[in-house]
């Protein structure tokens, strides 16, 4: 079962912070964010595992609530290259390592 | 240099002619994937490889045949094409470690069955 990302898309101002949610059904033992530029492969951005910190990474941070089956991915003082789209992926854990389910992504893109 | 090699990049063919997009990574990774990625439905996982001779499904398996003969290559095979195949494909790789498995990902195969 797909995560569910929150919004669709976004559309921004350099500058400007952005907030991208992702919620599951199911309970989670780890979140996963990649950013995909046009035309391109998805590239990994941070993992966030179940009883771990927040991570960071230059200017984009997330979080992970385990009890709501949730992540947020705070995007702060956005620049042009953040454009892209942005998928959240789930793991269970358990014996199905390899099992990644990704979200239906979120568009991004940032204007000058 | 470390990396996930797709081939072919672009693919057109017709229905019912069998076709195979191949993946090979040169990470020792134990782990690989497949994915195909439509419009709005983000990327949703094909078949996956824990190892050498395992595999299992992931959400949308139906018309996908795959092997893991070495740890290398992790061939996707279209036996029957149909134009609901019609997509996007990526070939993704990782290692295992406490599910913290960065995954890397080929560069792509845009596949047109007409």
């Known amino acids: 079962q797909q995560p569910v990302q929150s919004p669709q898309a976004v559309i921004l101002r350099e500058g400007e912070d952005a907030v991208i949610n992702c919620s599951s059904s199911?309970?989670?033992?780890?979140v996963h964010w990649y950013r995909q530029k046009h035309g391109e492969a998805p590239v990994f951005l941070m993992i966030?595992?179940?009883?771990?910190e927040q991570k960071g990474h230059e200017k984009i941070s997330a979080s992970f609530n385990e009890k709501k089956q949730q992540s947020s991915l705070y995007l702060t003082a956005s620049q042009l290259s953040y454009s892209g789209t942005y998928f959240c992926?789930?793991?269970?854990?358990?014996?199905?390592?390899?099992?990644?389910?990704f979200g239906q992504g979120t568009i991004l893109t940032v204007h000058p | 240099e470390a990396q996930v090699t797709q081939n072919p990049r672009y693919l057109i063919t017709v229905t019912g002619k069998k076709l195979t997009v191949t993946c090979s990574q040169n990470?020792?990774?134990?782990?690989m994937s497949w994915y195909r990625q439509d419009p709005g439905l983000g990327l949703r996982q094909i078949y996956y490889?824990?190892?050498?001779?395992?595999?299992d499904k992931g959400d949308v398996p139906e018309g996908y045949k795959v092997s893991r003969k070495e740890k290398r290559n992790f061939p996707l095979i279209l036996e029957s094409p149909s134009p609901n195949q019609t997509s996007l494909y990526f070939c993704?790789?990782?290692?295992?470690?406490?599910?913290?498995?960065?995954?890397?990902f080929g560069s792509g195969t845009q596949l047109s069955v007409l």
């Open positions: 993704a790789s990782s290692f295992r470690h406490r599910g913290d498995e960065k995954l890397f």
């Open positions: 199911k309970a989670l033992y780890s």
């Open positions: 966030l595992l179940k009883g771990g």
């Open positions: 992926g789930t793991f269970r854990g358990g014996t199905s390592y390899g099992k990644l389910t």
């Open positions: 990470m020792n990774h134990e782990y």
């Open positions: 490889s824990m190892n050498v001779e395992v595999t």
